[in-house]
């Protein structure tokens, strides 16, 4: 029998896949050196990434499924104030590398995204944060070997500040596996429907990231942008 996360492994693969070889980030596995300017977009990519999902998972209105999943004890896994404020200080230190247009241009807006549900899409928000952070220690180790022979020299915050998120996700996996059953029966609806919804709702998440990373190669932000 699947778990949901097990679902979600499975089903979001191909979008996963889709956003490695998505610009900027396809630029993480092309070459053995990471390009100052494409870091620069990933950077940007992240930043709007995090505020858009911070801001959604704010904006929730108070209902008896977010009780029910108990969505208070999880935002502390994200991070938030932390994360957006390691990427300012990463774009900052960029910030003679990335050209710099105007903050307001049009963005890919999340407010568009089909989601399936409310609850459903708060959860697949948090597994794509969460899970962003799983490979972020390998990351920072090799732009630190980088940094030993190439210049400019790459600010690590970001990834070193997401690597510390990591722990949390053995923590969230549980928390979600645990409320479940209370939260699909506050729904009136069947986990194995719900976690479709989750599913489903992940891959939008994926479709936002990978808008934006095409955006961030196309429309670069002032660094200012972030935090």
Sequence with gaps: MHTLFTELKIKTAERHRELENTAPFSSFHRSNSIDVIQYCAVLQTMCQFHQDVTAYLTSQPNSAGLRALNIDSMLPFLGASQVLASLKTDRQALAQYAPQREKNRGNAAITDAPFTHSISSVIAAMYVWLGSSMG????????????????????????????????????????IDNRLAPLCQTLGVTEAQFSSWVVDDANQWFAHLIALGNQASLQPLPHEYCG
């Design 136 to 175: 972020a220690n390998m990351l920072v180790r090799r732009i630190q070997k980088q940094n030993e022979r190439i210049s400019p020299a790459l600010p690590v915050h970001y990834y070193g500040e997401m690597a510390s998120k990591a722990k949390h996700w053995v923590a969230f996996k549980a928390h």
